[in-house]
């Protein structure tokens, strides 16, 4: 009979059953390894390690709750678990995980440290800590290579999303899966042998298959330190010692930790996090959607349709003609083979979305909608033709969207006779990739058409932000300040591919003038005429644009636009070049040399600054806000954590005098914001000015 009294209550509990010692853990936040957590564990390995009677351990969760590591809030909340790694090791009697459920990070890394692995069907493991800059310090990147090779070690760090229980047994992570992997574990116990992975050699792979995993992971990487650091000491671990390869992964650690790219990784997950929270929102229950339609199935309206469909919603999409809605079909048809060929898709759920799809030029076929949107090309009569019409048809209750990039949903909102169904809903292209997605609250918008609009999106597989009604919303607008400073640049003696290579090197995906070639010159060139009439005529204005449209210089399209393109690759324009020669020689401007972080610093200014205006007229309810929308929809780097954040990371006040240079080049619309002015003087941020707002709640 055992002498050991079973500690209960807690959130770490052990007893015995026979010859077995069971420690149950039960971490909040999901299973967080809080201080309080780890000091139990450590007491409850070390009683039942003193136990005579016991023969095997077995450290178990609560079901559906294994370890998830440590908070990554704050260093306070940071637990070093090197002690009880390095006690479960150290433990004569062999030890167990039962793990029922995530073991993510350091979780896993106890579970490695441990002699056998038996998960129930629901567990899953990873590293996912990577992704957020945060290396593994616990042996994560000695153990795996010597459980399951390098190559498959490789792959796991680089994986984006932990691995499913079937997945982790059939690389080798799991031993066993059973229902209820305690009583199997506690059945074993007296069979499993010590087996510490320390002492093991690493498996011989294949060098040409380890390559390839080392060239996929630093790909899937993108620039992620903490990733490319942990895959290049994997790929080493044959070469060198236990130790060693520990003291490497922990030197990587504190290296990386609380780097700058670490803290904007973080950052953006709770920004995500405090964007699900819109103040005023918490007690408002969102309208039933059912049954949804979109009007209009062009490249937009089909990858709305598809993102409908497969979030398991019947859509009916309506479109003018029957030659149109034929098109329309074969459109969304080409997105669905396409998700199946590449594996996203299965053919079960395919066939399933097919049969919830109608496509139609019949009008009545929508009255029955909850919800509406609107897919139409960018023409404000368009649309308040077609909202006539739904005001019309559609039921009472029943929520009216426009997907609009610019135009004044306000205006589109009191056209459709039903101002307060009706917000905005920006999709951005492809609309079934792209993750982001503005929400637009009009003046009239009722708080639970908001609410639904949140709701949807949240449904749909997308993060959805707030903004208020003005020219661009949040991001177009500031865009176009990044789009027009950029021009300045080039005008005052920047070239183009100056400019897109000091961006890209600050680590935007393609830089301005790539991307105008890429959606064509000609979209800017007709918004820029229809603003026309409105701008104000002390708003310096840069006619070069204009004067390559007028050429038939639109872009890739045409094969020519801000590069000439060569074999499908864009070189330097002799003809471009005379034309931005011609305008400065016209306005008398002195060329000037930029270098690429005069370039990176300007743009990062203008951005930041009108942000701050945005956030000062209430379009936006947060910096973070402001800094996912770029993030997610315009390739602002993510390692930079979005130009609000990154203005905090330089400094308001460097900040601040970069856009008065601007201001002093840029003219009207480009002078300091009101709100950057203040926190700059006040030697503050944009983070704390949030903070103050409680807008984070």
Same mark, same amino acid.
């Given at each position: ?200 050699? !690493? ?91 979109? !009007? ?62 109608? !496509? ?338």
């Amino acid at each position: 009979m055992s002498k050991l009294n079973a500690h209960e209550g807690g959130p770490v509990t052990w007893s015995v059953d026979g010859d077995a010692g069971i420690i149950r853990i039960d971490a909040a936040n999901g299973g967080a390894l809080s201080p309080d957590v780890a000091c139990l564990l450590a007491k409850g390995l070390r009683e039942l390690d003193g136990e005579s009677t016991i023969g095997s351990i077995i450290v178990a969760g609560v079901p559906g709750r294994f370890l998830t590591g440590n908070d990554i809030d704050a260093s306070d909340g940071d637990v070093d678990a090197a002690a009880i790694v390095a006690q479960i090791e150290t433990i004569t009697k062999p030890v167990i995980a039962a793990i029922t459920g995530p073991a993510i990070d350091v979780g896993l890394e106890i579970a490695l440290a441990c002699d056998l692995r038996i998960a129930t069907p629901s567990a899953t493991a990873g590293l996912p800590g990577l992704t957020l800059g945060v290396p593994p310090r616990h042996g994560a990147t000695q153990r795996l290579p010597r459980l399951v090779g390098i190559a498959k070690a490789i792959d796991l760090i680089a994986a984006p999303k932990p691995l499913s229980a079937e997945a982790a047994l059939a690389v080798g992570i799991f031993d066993r899966i059973e229902p209820d992997a305690v009583q199997v574990a506690v059945s074993l116990g007296g069979t499993v042998l010590k087996d510490r992975l320390s002492n093991r050699s !690493v498996p011989a792979g294949d060098a040409s298959g380890e390559k390839h995993s080392v060239d996929a992971a630093v790909k899937r990487a993108k620039g992620i330190g903490a990733i490319e650091r942990s895959v290049s000491l994997i790929a080493d671990t044959a070469s060198m010692t236990f130790e060693e390869g520990l003291s490497r992964e922990q030197a990587n650690y504190k290296d990386l930790r609380y780097a700058p790219e670490a803290k904007a990784l973080r950052y953006l997950k709770h920004a995500e996090a405090w964007a699900r929270t819109e103040p005023g929102m918490q007690r408002v229950d969102p309208r039933k959607v059912e049954r949804t339609a979109v !009007v209009g199935a062009g490249t937009m309206g089909s990858g709305i349709a598809y993102s409908l469909l497969a979030a398991g919603l019947p859509v009916v999409v309506l479109e003018q003609s029957a030659d149109a809605a034929i098109a329309g079909r074969n459109r969304i048809t080409e997105i669905l083979l396409a998700q199946q060929k590449s594996g996203r898709l299965s053919d079960t759920k395919s066939a399933e979305m097919v049969q919830h799809l109608t !496509v139609t030029e019949n009008w009545d076929a929508v009255r029955d909608a909850d919800l509406v949107i609107e897919a139409a090309f960018e023409d404000i009569g368009v649309k308040a033709a077609i909202f006539d019409k739904l005001d019309k048809l559609v039921k009472q209750g029943a929520v009216l969207a426009t997907n609009t990039s610019y135009l004044d949903v306000d205006e589109i909102a009191q056209m459709s006779g039903r101002p307060a169904d009706m917000v905005g809903l920006h999709f951005f292209s492809p609309a079934h990739v792209m993750r982001l997605l503005e929400v637009v609250q009009g003046d009239k918008t009722a708080p639970d058409v908001l609410a639904t609009a949140l709701s949807l999106g949240c449904r749909i597989g997308k993060l959805p932000i707030v903004a208020r009604v003005c020219d661009g919303f949040i991001g177009n607008r500031i865009f176009a300040i990044y789009r027009r400073h950029a021009e300045y640049l080039l005008e005052d003696g920047a070239s183009p591919a100056e400019i897109d290579s000091a961006l890209r090197a600050y680590g935007f995906a393609m830089g301005p003038f790539a991307v105008s070639d890429m959606s064509g010159l000609d979209i800017a060139f007709a918004m820029r005429k229809r603003r026309a009439a409105a701008r104000d005529p002390n708003e310096r204005y840069v006619g070069i644009p204009d004067i390559l449209c007028k050429d038939g210089r639109l872009g890739r399209k045409t094969g020519a636009g801000w590069y000439d393109y060569v074999d499908g690759k864009p070189v330097a324009s002799e003809m471009v070049e005379r034309v931005i020669s011609a305008e400065r020689q016209r306005l008398n401007v002195t060329p000037q040399a930029f270098s690429p972080e005069q370039i990176q610093r300007r743009i990062l200014a203008v951005m930041a600054n009108e942000g701050a205006k945005v956030l000062e007229e209430g379009i936006s309810a947060r910096a973070s806000d402001i800094d996912l929308v770029f993030v997610h929809g315009y390739g602002f780097p993510r390692l930079k954590g979005g130009p609000m954040f990154a203005a905090d990371h330089i400094g308001l006040p460097r900040i601040l005098a970069e856009v008065k240079e601007a201001a002093r080049v840029g003219g009207v619309g480009s002078e300091p914001s009101a709100l950057l002015v203040q926190l700059a003087r006040q030697g503050s941020t944009f983070a704390a000015w949030q903070r103050e707002s409680n807008h984070e709640r």
